[in-house]
């Protein structure tokens, strides 16, 4: 099978939280865009972020909102010099079962658990995409944690107007667009770094 992540990594970004935040509810500025009865509003810098990682990346989108709901939100933040390599909601996701652990790190409700959703990229890899050159971006640790070495986690985005984190988000992921094996590398704490970096350049 031919390796399609050969020569660029794939990077599969979250929507809602990540890039967009869709409320019921009207904030104190207008709307970006709605779909349906939701008022969505794009994060800052997302379309200067979206050009500065377009063509160093193959790009997806992978969210565990309804597939409906998906393809209407990336056909409205995507530009047209984008093409992605899959758009998928909830329906490729797996819903497991875990139990809760309480504050002691203690398990509760051990047989009955709760269902919940999660992103395998076990799925991406059966489409001839090498896991070594995935980075998967989403704002939920849960939904990507049997593939942590792939992620990198923003903060949860709800509509506030300063937020910054797509300006920092986009260099640090182009730090790692050349890296053979992405798992390898520690990204905790990747704002920080960028921050660090981004003093040191000035001072």
Known sequence: MTIKNEHKTLLILDLDETLIYATSETLERPADFTIAHYQVYKRPYLDAFLQQIREHFLIAIWSSASDDYVEAITGEILPANIEPEFIWGRSRGTFSRRPRIDEYGYYVDLYSGHYRLTKPLKKVKRLGYDLRRILIVDDSPHKV???????????????????????????????LKDEPEVRRIEKRGWRRKIELSNGADQG
């Open 145 to 175: 944690e049997q593939n942590y070495g792939n992620a990198v986690y923003p903060t949860a985005y709800t509509g506030q107007p300063g937020d910054k984190e797509l300006k920092f988000l986009a260099p640090y992921l182009l730090s």
